[in-house]
Nanobody, 122 residues
Framework: HVQLVESGGGSVQAEGSLRLSCVVS????????MGWFRQAAGKQREWVAS???????TYIGSVKGRFAISLDSGRNLLALQMDSLKPEDTAMYYC?????????????????WGQGTQVTVS
């Protein structure tokens, strides 16, 4: 069955960096829109970034220039490089895969989700 497993979260000081990874199994990630979402304590989950099957990358405004999404299709590995981290980036981060995604910032467009990895910035 399809599995998405995130790793790479942790605690870091402001202006530090972290690299999140998401290993995808039982689907061809390059055929899907792959995305990262996050949910801070007491808040709704929000879209962070996505990469389309054609390689187009899009980001929420608050992370543009600081985060970079990438997909290694040969390894079925999605990554999120996060630089210049801020305390407001603190959240549980989730990777997701959607087969027919018209609006990559909408949760409902994604079919598969990982369990999340915690990022804490102080």
């Amino acid at each position: 069955h399809v599995q998405l497993v995130e790793s790479g979260g942790g605690s870091v000081q402001a202006e530090g960096s972290l690299r999140l990874s998401c290993v995808v199994s039982e689907l061809t990630s390059s055929d899907y829109c792959m995305g990262w979402f996050r949910q801070a304590a007491g808040k709704q989950r929000e879209w962070v970034a996505s990469i389309s099957p054609t390689g187009r990358q899009t980001y929420i405004g608050s992370v543009k220039g600081r985060f970079a999404i990438s997909l290694d299709s040969g390894r079925n590995l999605l990554a999120l490089q996060m630089d210049s981290l801020k305390p407001e980036d603190t959240a549980m981060y989730y990777c997701a895969a959607g087969e027919w995604v018209a609006a990559p910032d909408r949760e409902s467009e994604y079919n598969y989700w990982g369990q999340g990895t915690q990022v804490t910035v102080s």
